[in-house]
């Protein structure tokens, strides 16, 4: 990493000196904690699903203050992670969650934790879910615990520009968890726009925490880092010798895109053979991740590739353990890269825009192209991009201090339930149809099959009149920037500014959000 606030074992600030373990040591932890007294020992219980969510609600909640009484569930969706994920999406986590590692919970039926919740209510509970599962656990612990505990959402890795599908499903959770200052004032301001009352948190990107002391700063801000294959030292280090691609399931989305990264990947082992380039998959065949992946990199692995272009899955950081550089699109993987000091690459030879999540990373100095990549030229990232993006101070987060005052709220009988974004009436039936929607097979009753029945020709009707539509009104195009590369870093901010103004705003307009729960679609 450049600059001067990342060159040594402890930032001043304190905002990347947090270990891995998510929070065995207590280095920068006062300057997030309420001052005064030491609050009361609390009870905090995660739900979580997927990969990615499994990921991120472990970890935030390995985050939270030693005194806390930390637990987490799995619940049975039809994308729940499997074991091996879950191994996977909890190393590193602090004593008293260490144990998940080992001992994965098995995925619970959402009846069942929510009727955990109502014998036992803790203090608060994460919903660390997809978009449709949480809005429906969410209504759950609202219309069946009397004394409810404080309700805690959020989004994992990076969630700008902001999407009002994240708003509409967790309108209804006391406080909503996200990572930078930039996407806090992105979604306070879709909020407010749409009508629900502004209730977002910020904490520092779990996998935004630097995994060592021994991050070094590079030669200038935003410079070209060149890199080679390391060798053990006499603490044993492992050998860097791997360039990591951060596969991700829908970006790009198209096949013929997806297999032009891995020809410029091939290219990379074939001019690179002292390197490992690693394709870094987040499921293995047959594992549900949080988005659909139509177009899996290993089917698109050409038969004679190099031997050094290998395919693996695992844990990202034991990845990042051996990595001379990160590849990827707008994987979140690059911050954490970034937070470790390993040189990135985010490609943007299919152009800077909403759709491919990578918006954020203009004028952050990591942004390249498949000959950077072929020719071995990785990013650091600009001080002058971090401050606003995931690399804030420590002290900037609140979400504890402000978790901590609902708590007590709860405590006085005080605490007030937040309006739905959802204004669709009908009852029973209707809610049966979205808890169809949101847990698909794993819903077995009878009033949800006969609310798919009703609803299916209902919701087909609705597609049907939006395409026509469509095609009398054809939607805005996709407005795409032109793609940068290490090769115009000289060009410096100018570029990128213009870039910047090409890719849009900070969040999607509200008249291009969808209310309208459809199976199998985006998750939010």
Known sequence: MSGDRVSGPVDETGALDVPADGGASTVGREARLPSGPSPRGRRVVALVDTDSFAKWGAH???????????????????????????????????????????????????????????????????????????ELVIDEVHRRIPD?????????????????????????????VLHSHREVRAYEEMATEGGVEPHFALATLPFARSASASASASAGAGATASVSTGAPGATGAPVRDAVVFAAQPSVPLERVDRALVVQWLVATARQHPEWRVVIKTRAAAGEHQTHREEHPYPDLVPADAPANLVVESGPMAEHLDRAVALVTISSTAVLEAAARGVPA????????????????????GLEGDSVDLVDGRFGTVRPSWMQDNYFHPASDDDWQRRLTELMVQRDAGTLVDREPARRSRGGVLRRAWERKNALGGADRSALGWLALVIGAPIRTTKRLARKARALVDPPEPVVVAAPTSQRA???????????????????????????????????G
């Open 345 to 364: 690459l985010t490609l943007t030879d299919f152009g800077i825009g909403r759709h491919l999540i990578n918006e954020v990373f203009v004028s952050s």
């Open 489 to 523: 870093a000289s060009a410096g901010a100018g570029s990128a500014a213009g870039a910047s103004s090409a890719a849009g705003g900070g969040s999607e307009g509200l008249g291009d959000r969808q209310q309208e729960l459809v199976a199998g679609g985006d998750p």
């Open 60 to 134: 935030l909640l390995a985050a939270a203050p030693a005194g806390w009484d930390l637990d987490l569930r799995t619940v049975a969706t039809p994308r729940s992670a499997s074991a091996k994920q879950l191994r996977s999406a909890f190393r590193g986590l602090d004593a008293r969650l260490a144990h998940l590692r080992t001992a994965p919970p098995a995925p619970q039926d959402v009846d069942a934790v929510v009727e955990e919740l109502r014998v036992d209510p803790p203090d608060a509970v994460l919903v660390s879910l997809i978009g449709p599962v949480a």
């Open 148 to 176: 409810r505990p404080v309700l805690v959402s959020g989004l994992p890795g990076i969630s700008f520009p902001a999407k009002w599908k994240g708003i509409f499903f967790r309108a209804r959770a006391d406080l909503f």
